[in-house]
């Protein structure tokens, strides 16, 4: 008991110093964010969820967290796909809806690279 009680204060130290210094936006903005907030905010997630739930056998938590920095990357669409033996519908639809999701980014992605293209030519 006193192990987790240990976890659970340095838990609550490391959201502290992660709250520390606030991060403003600046002329309406995103507001800074760095790696170093990325990482610690993802060991935060992940201590919290190790205090929460143990560990399968081959040592993973079963929650799953993908943190992005919208300053440098797109928001995911990707939509969580069921595993099959639960609800097969579910898993081909959302399977599906990736896919489509995936095609029409590279779609635009294309776009967007022959934009610059054409700019860079002067055409």
């Known amino acids: 008991m006193k192990a987790r009680r240990a976890q659970v204060e340095s838990l609550h130290d490391k959201i502290s110093v992660f709250l520390i210094e606030r991060r403003l936006s600046r002329g309406g903005g995103y507001a800074e964010v760095t790696d170093k907030d990325i990482q610690d905010l993802y060991e935060i997630i992940e201590d919290l969820v190790d205090l929460k739930c143990d560990r399968d056998g081959s040592w993973e938590l079963p929650i799953e967290v993908e943190l992005i920095n919208r300053r440098t990357h797109q928001r995911s669409h990707y939509q969580p796909v069921p595993y099959s033996h639960q609800d097969i519908e579910g898993h081909v639809s ?30």
């Open 94 to 123: 959302r399977a599906e809806l990736n896919f489509d999701i995936a095609f029409e980014a590279y779609k635009t992605a294309r776009k967007v690279a022959e934009l610059y293209r054409k700019k860079d030519s002067g055409k």
